[in-house]
């Protein structure tokens, strides 16, 4: 146990390695990352200055080691428009983000987690039918519509909740509710398939061959076995959830990281676009990791070999 | 939805397998037998259908718009749809913050989200599956780093490395393309290079290799061919999922710069009217949703039909 996760706190670290190099080989796709890191009334001397401090004039594997080395120390240089360190400012913005996926999350599960086992025990019964008609219609709905719907019947016809902002629990809901029922879309057809695939084992034949009640067989036999592989799904689904979040963020005018990068993107203010693309990818990637351990302590199947 | 709801009923021995060849997929034998199936599966033919309205609006749409789409008229903003009280019969679906026509900008709309959505899964599909083709057969240290290099990729959420580049090189209709294309081709890698690892060591490209054949032409003959329908498939899906991200992009201002109108722009003009005119935010997305709903429908039943092994 305590060699797999070794090795595979070993394995990450080419994935960060690789994402420092897209990160920083992105702010070089047009040339010149200083015409980009500052802002548009620079003075020549200001460019000049910033092109000599990042290293700029030298080759290009001396510029990603400085890129690199400043990056372990959390330096991502300073964001022009907050005037302060980037990471610095992502990291005050990263509860907001953090606290609209946990909620979304869970959303999503509450939602799937029931419908997907209800769809698989009752094949092509009303309700399966339902869950996948709807199923579909959340893949086709872009998940930032389905919000400024929701705002239109809950914030401007019923006048139930705040149509955006943050604070209490109610400017929570709709926010969550947006990007919760747009995974649990995917999440619900996941679990459907995965309760199927369980079904048709050899030990439910035989549980019910011993004469076991149905409903024994389901949810002592069949769910405890269907679970596991939705350990993994929140695992995969946090890249999904990440990048969820960026636009439902912009939608609610929710203040967490994913508005914080539109913000930045139109600002050109590319230290904070760099802090915040390594932030989120090393939540996803510390998240899978996560996942990948859990899913082993739960499911003795697996071999730590 | 029978498609949907009989995914794994009817795997292994399903009529829908018997159809098809003893490798289970021989792509040229029955081209007509899928047409009449597609007339017979409501699924396919509801997605078939929108898709050809689609792409029929995005070539002609200038000669459909019931006004100007770009026409101001200060006299008659935020008019909302005709069947609501202060509605004018001349504007069915009301008209914008500058009074322009929703329903002709609609039309308009079309244009970007079909040739971005089909020119980018185009630049994916191209990059992605000559990148699968090649780790997948040679293998080795070129193999290695790609997987290395793909578990990064992944790390990272689409759509904010999508804004990134685009934040980089600025705004535009072919730097979208580009950039869409070259952050989506992915999923063709993986799936390319899955197949072309179990190709390889069949008995008729050993044989071609046996016969002294090049391995370009091995891989354009003989291990390409088996694995066009995996990505056609995969190619349709993914028109679906490139018109979501380009009206994303373009809600958030990073995408499809105005006067070119695109859906995504409408919903982000709408989004400001919210709490007073709910149309504007409202039928653009409409819009994409049925749009999406054709394509998802039209390759799922693709999937069905070419290729089985898929639809888990």
């Known amino acids: ?305 | 939805m029978r498609s949907e709801l009989n995914d794994t009923q009817n795997e292994p021995g399903g009529t829908i397998v018997s159809n098809l060849g003893a490798d289970g997929m021989s792509p040229r034998s029955g081209w007509g037998k899928r047409f009449v199936k597609l007339s017979r599966s409501p699924v396919g033919l509801t997605g078939a259908i929108v898709v050809a309205v689609v792409l029929f609006v995005a070539l002609f749409g200038s000669y459909l718009t019931p006004h100007d789409p770009g026409l101001t008229d200060l006299y008659n903003r935020l008019v909302p749809p005709s069947w609501v009280d202060g509605g004018q019969p001349q504007h069915l679906l009301g008209t914008d913050q500058l009074g322009r026509d929703i329903l002709s900008r609609i039309i308009m709309g079309t244009q970007v989200s079909v040739a971005v959505g089909i020119s980018a899964v185009l630049v994916a599909g191209v990059v992605g599956v000559t990148f699968g083709l090649i780790t997948g057969y040679f293998g080795g240290i070129l193999d290695t780093l790609l997987s290395r290099f793909l578990d990064s990729f992944m790390a990272i959420p689409g759509i904010l490395l999508t804004m990134t580049v685009l934040g980089v090189l600025g705004p535009g209709v072919i730097t979208l393309v580009f950039v869409l294309g070259f952050t989506r081709w992915v999923g063709y890698a993986r799936v390319v290079r899955g197949e072309v690892l179990s190709l390889k060591s069949r008995e008729y490209v050993e044989a071609a290799k046996a016969l002294g054949q090049s391995n370009f032409w091995i891989l354009a003959r003989h291990v390409l061919p088996n694995v066009m329908a995996s990505i056609i498939v995969l190619a349709t899906l993914n028109v679906a999922t490139t018109i979501i991200a380009e009206s994303s992009l373009s809600f958030l201002g990073l995408g499809v710069q105005p006067p070119t109108i695109t859906w995504g722009q409408m919903l982000n003009d709408g989004r400001d009217y919210i709490t007073t005119a709910w149309w504007l935010a409202t039928f653009p997305g409409v819009a994409i949703t049925i749009s999406v709903l054709g394509v998802l429908f039209l390759g799922d039943w693709l999937r069905d039909v070419l290729d089985p092994r898929l639809r888990k």
Request: charged share 15%; aromatic share 6%.
């Open chain 1, 1 to 305: 146990m305590k060699r797999y996760i070794a090795r595979r706190l070993l394995q990450i670290i080419p994935v960060i390695i690789g994402v420092s190099i897209i990160v920083f080989v992105l702010l070089r796709l047009t040339g010149d990352p200083v015409i980009l890191m500052l802002p548009e009334d620079a003075t020549p001397q200001e460019i000049e200055s910033l092109t000599t401090a990042l290293g700029l004039d030298k080759p290009l594997h001396v510029q990603y080691w400085v890129f690199f080395k400043n990056a372990l120390k959390g330096d991502f240089g300073r964001s022009f428009r907050f005037k302060a360190p980037a990471l610095q400012i992502v990291l005050e913005r990263m509860p907001h983000t953090l606290q609209l996926a946990g909620a979304a999350m869970l959303v999503a599960l509450v939602i799937a987690i029931p419908l997907g086992i209800i769809s698989a025990v009752k094949q092509n019964s009303a309700i399966d039918l339902t869950a996948s008609t709807v199923s579909v219609l959340g893949r086709a709905m872009p998940n930032f519509w389905l919000g400024l719907m929701l705002i239109i019947v809950f914030a401007v016809v019923l006048r139930w909740l705040p149509v955006s902002g943050k604070g209490t629990l109610s400017h929570l809901i709709l926010p969550a509710a947006t990007l919760g029922t747009g995974m649990a879309a995917t999440i619900t057809r996941l679990i459907r398939s995965s309760m199927l695939e369980v079904i048709r084992q050899d030990f439910i034949t035989t549980a019910r061959s011993k004469g076991l009640s149905e409903s024994v067989v389901i949810y002592k036999h069949a769910l405890r076995n269907a679970l596991i592989p939705v350990v993994t799904i929140v695992g995969i689904q946090t890249a999904t959830l990440m990048g969820g979040a960026v636009v439902t963020e912009q939608v609610f005018a929710w203040g967490g990281i994913g508005q914080l990068a539109v913000l930045a993107l139109n600002m050109r203010d590319m230290a904070l676009v760099q802090a915040i693309v390594m932030v989120m990818a090393l939540i996803i990637i510390f998240a899978n990791l996560f996942v990948d351990i859990v899913y082993c302590i739960i499911d003795p199947r697996i071999s730590f070999e």
